[in-house]
């Protein structure tokens, strides 16, 4: 067998043999604060900075879409993981990571492998991740590509060879902390968060200087006794209470802000030990990208003791709320409710259900909940829906501004939740989720759901046997994109709902789709099982 080392090696005598395919056009700031303009790529996780994962792209319509082909599968060769990620795009190239933290670049008409990357980790023992060996994605400066890896490293390679250029340590990883989701770069630094909500950790973000790696600037998301908030923690908690960052932001150039969701406090079904909000634990913190410092936050769930991260993709636009202009954040959360937000000072201005929950009656004026009563867990068990995975989770939304309609992956499920006080002692890097759970299959399904953001209306849904995983794109011609669990890949009418293509991959979609173009021709990739597909309309 190859080591690491032998294969990396192998990767650049087939790059020098290539000869000058993979030479690596800068990426600068202005390229980022394009966005999806060019078409030939695709530079952020979500495509561009406000989330929307909605590309401008119309060569593939309603007219045609249903003569998608595929033209190249990818085989990662990971049978066993989930691959979640979004490749990177640039003029012909993907750039993409997978599970057990391996990279590859890949040629976007071929899908020939130009180089390949695996992170050399502990042994899988030491490891402190929760729920899946995943990568979201890689994030691009300058000649370089970021990633972070599940032993807690954020690492540099040179996007020609995927040669390794620095890696530091964000934190110890056997203490609990982990890195899965794509960094994000925002006037050059890198912005990058951490998992492990279940492992006692406390949660933080982090900006890094891209050349050398040195850290700029930390948000913790658990204040430090005298800091603002911690008066919603008890005094000996603060430094195990969770609140991880693990999935990508966004930010808005205006006003210098970015916007990331955190996730759940520690332990996570049994709150008793930890009486308060629990601040800055299931929320949309609202930073300075310069500084890190606090802008305003918003709290979805205070005192979780559901295991509700709020780690979502927070959606940014102009609309018209009660006839006035307003910048909103948007963020359908895993609480079950879609919130709209003034992103200028994070004032509520309206949530709605989409989706069936049974733990608040609403969100209040204030955009606190409005909890009913007896759905907390309890030793004896508490029937609640939706299940600790939430009506939605990581899967990225979308938002078309031509149609006005938000576009989420739905998973409707119940849980009995079981609370337990954790073991005397414990500390960071022990896995202290405080209960157990027990299944309610009487309700298993999911849906791709198209809402009016602003009065709360489904407008459309499809129906999907099982719950889904996949996150959604919307393109300019009116089509929507999305999957399900039982492993088709669909394409829709963005207004009405009406299918217009699927196409059968073999295995689930944990992944978002996504589009470009190469030499006038449009693109649509995903990843499911262990192969990302490329599907494009048939050579005339």
Request: proline fraction near 6%.
């Amino acid at each position: 067998m190859r080591s690491a080392c032998d294969r990396l090696t192998m990767a650049l005598l087939v790059a020098a043999a290539i000869g000058g395919s993979l030479s690596a056009q800068q990426i600068a700031t202005k390229d980022l604060l394009e966005g999806l303009t060019n078409p030939s790529r695709w530079l952020t996780y979500s495509g561009d900075y406000s989330g929307r994962r909605h590309s401008p792209l119309k060569d593939i319509d309603q007219t045609n879409v249903a003569r998608l082909a595929a033209q190249w599968t990818f085989q990662t060769g990971l049978a066993g993981h989930k691959f979640e990620a979004t490749p990177i795009v640039i003029d012909g190239m993907l750039y993409v990571t997978g599970p057990m933290n391996h990279a590859w670049a890949i040629d976007g008409k071929s899908g020939r492998q130009m180089w390949r990357y695996q992170r050399r980790l502990p042994p899988l023992g030491d490891l402190r991740v929760c729920c899946g060996m995943v990568n979201r994605g890689f994030a691009v400066h300058g000649e370089r590509l970021y990633m972070t890896t599940l032993d807690a490293h954020l690492i540099a390679l040179d996007r020609r060879t995927g040669a390794v250029l620095w890696d530091i340590e964000l934190a110890e990883h056997t203490e609990g902390y982990a890195s899965t989701g794509a960094p994000l770069i925002v006037n050059d630094k890198v912005i990058v968060g951490v998992a492990g909500g279940e492992f006692a950790i406390r949660g933080f973000l982090d900006a890094y200087d891209p050349h050398d790696g040195n850290r700029l600037w930390r948000f913790w998301t658990v204040p430090a006794p005298g800091e603002s908030g911690a008066e919603t923690w008890p005094a000996e908690v603060w430094q195990r209470g969770g609140g991880p960052t693990w999935l990508t932001g966004t930010y808005d150039p205006e006003s210098n802000v970015l916007y990331w969701g955190t996730g759940n406090p520690n332990p996570d079904f049994y709150g008793a030990d930890r009486k308060g909000d629990n601040l800055y634990t299931n929320a949309l913190v609202a930073l300075d990208a310069d500084t890190g410092k606090l802008r305003w936050h918003f709290q979805f769930t205070p005192h979780d003791e559901h295991d509700w991260d709020a780690n979502h993709v927070p959606v940014l636009a102009d609309l018209m709320v009660e006839g006035q202009p307003r910048k909103v954040v948007m963020v359908a959360n895993r609480n079950g409710f879609l919130y709209v937000l003034d992103r200028t000072n994070g004032r509520f201005l309206r949530a709605s259900a989409f989706g069936h929950q049974t733990w608040a009656k609403e969100i209040g004026d204030d955009g606190r909940p409005v909890e009913l009563p007896n759905e907390r867990p309890t030793p004896e068990g508490t029937l609640t829906c939706p299940d600790l995975f939430g009506l939605t989770n990581f899967m990225s939304p979308s938002f078309d501004p031509l149609t006005g309609l938000f576009y989420v992956t739905v998973r409707e499920t119940c849980q009995t939740y079981v609370s337990a006080r954790p073991p005397e002692g414990y500390k960071a890097g022990d896995r202290t989720m405080g209960g157990t759970l027990r299944p309610a299959p009487e309700r298993r399904f999911g849906a791709l759901r198209a809402i009016d953001p602003l009065s709360g209306e489904q407008q459309w849904e499809i129906r999907h046997e099982t719950p889904a995983w996949a996150g959604v794109l919307t393109t300019a011609a009116g089509i929507v994109f999305s999957g399900d669990n039982e492993g088709n890949f669909i394409a829709a009418d963005s207004r009405t709902g009406r299918e217009l293509w699927r196409y059968q991959l073999g295995a689930p979609l944990y992944a978002p789709p996504t589009t470009f173009m190469i030499e006038d021709r449009q693109y649509v990739t995903i990843a499911a099982g262990s192969t990302l597909t490329a599907f494009a309309l048939p050579l005339l």
